[in-house]
């Protein structure tokens, strides 16, 4: 990015502002109180049957044989995410270097951030491990990426499936990075929310991640009619979600649908949704 945007320490992004994230259902009995942040839940071999004392092997046995709970199946994936986090970066990395070189999208949205006097490249786009989360409530809360103002684009790891979901990701992130150096976007929602609302909007319908194929193929939707709108609409309020300032999932639906037909009808700088 510009000189606001380089990472002053390469090695250690703090987590950013802006993510592509995701809930998944509960997978605990667990419950807290709607006024109260849930906790997050650490891991009891006595509970869950989960014990990273014991070897690899012995514990995906004992997942084949259901003596494992889900919660401790949770555990087990973040264990095995720390073990291989120097292979999932190298791998990050080498289909971040493909994106840059091969993918039109990643490659357009880079010379429309250079257009803005920005930078982004393999500097401050980094590739990093980063932990999951259950909670008390029984959601698991998972990032694939995010984007900070202040040091560039974090490709988590140990989340990207393949090239093409790398290519996504990237593209994601590089809109909300255009967003910054066009509009200076106010990331946490200090003043207004509609503006983390519109960019989350239109990172989901730019990027590619909510086309049908993708939502079909990886997320189990099938549905034909308004699927686009419907993820688009899922995706952004999940972002909204996440912000500090946000109170709750009705809030960040509400505020989604404020700024809907300006922002999904906004392309820029592309001339239409292409992906």
Not at 132 to 141: C, F, I, M, N
Not at 146 to 167: D, Q, T, Y
Not at 209 to 221: F, I
Not at 257 to 267: E, G, I, K, L
Request: glycine residues 4%; proline residues 6%.
């Amino acid at each position: 990015m510009s000189s606001e945007t380089q990472p002053s320490e390469p090695s250690k992004p703090p987590p950013p502002p802006s993510s592509s994230s995701t809930t998944s259902p509960p997978s605990t009995s667990a419950s807290t109180s709607s006024n109260a942040v849930p906790r997050s839940v650490e891991n009891d071999p006595a509970r869950t049957g989960f014990d990273p004392q014991k070897a690899w092997w012995v514990n995906y046995f004992k997942i084949l044989t259901g003596g494992v709970t889900d919660e401790g199946v949770f555990h087990y994936r973040e264990w095995r995410y720390r073990v291989h986090e120097k292979r999932d970066c190298a791998r990050c990395e080498e289909f971040r270097d493909w994106a840059f070189a091969h993918s039109p999208t990643v490659r357009f949205m880079r010379e429309k951030v250079e257009a803005l006097n920005g930078r982004l490249d393999k500097d401050n786009v980094v590739c990093r491990r980063c932990p999951a989360r259950l909670t008390e409530d029984g959601q698991v809360h998972r990032s694939s990426g995010g984007f900070s103002p202040e040091h560039g684009i974090l490709i988590c790891a140990n989340e990207v499936r393949n090239r093409g979901h790398m290519e996504d990701t990237l593209a994601h992130e590089m809109v909300h990075a255009w967003d910054h150096l066009r509009w200076k976007v106010d990331w946490m929602g200090d003043k207004d929310l509609k503006h983390a609302a519109c960019t989350e909007i239109r990172a989901a319908m730019l990027s590619g991640e909510c086309r049908w194929a993708r939502e079909a193929w990886t997320r189990g939707n099938w549905k034909l009619t308004q699927q686009f709108h419907d993820c688009v609409r899922k995706r952004a309020a999940q972002s909204v979600l996440a912000r500090p300032r946000c109170k709750d999932d009705v809030q960040a639906v509400k505020v989604v649908n404020q700024v809907w037909d300006s922002c999904f009808s906004d392309t820029r700088p592309f001339d239409e949704v292409y992906r």
